[in-house]
């Protein structure tokens, strides 16, 4: 058995089996591989998805800025 080589972890390095189908090394204590690479990889993958999620929310807030502002034409023209 392997040790994490991280600083303050000392937990067991566990193989585990990754979506591409390659044996993967990761702690069971902390949850980060060894390989740095790795890491970058993931890294990349969250900050793509924070930025779809900002997009997704300025889609959002447009769409509803739109259908407010409709919505306050047709009770404008209801009362005339």
């Known amino acids: 058995m392997e040790y994490c080589q991280r600083p303050h ?6 193989e585990i089996v990754s ?3 390659g044996i993967e090394k990761i702690c069971a204590k902390c949850s980060r591989s060894p390989n740095s690479n790795y ?3 993931i890294e990349q993958d969250k ?3 924070i930025h779809l999620d900002v997009l997704f929310k300025a889609m959002y807030r447009e769409k509803t800025r739109v259908y407010r502002a409709q919505k306050k034409l047709l009770a404008k023209e209801e009362r005339v």
Do not use: F, Q, S
């Open 9 to 14: 972890c000392g937990g067991w390095i566990k």
């Open 19 to 21: 979506p591409d189908n």
């Open 47 to 49: 900050l793509n998805h």
């Open 39 to 41: 890491e970058r990889r």
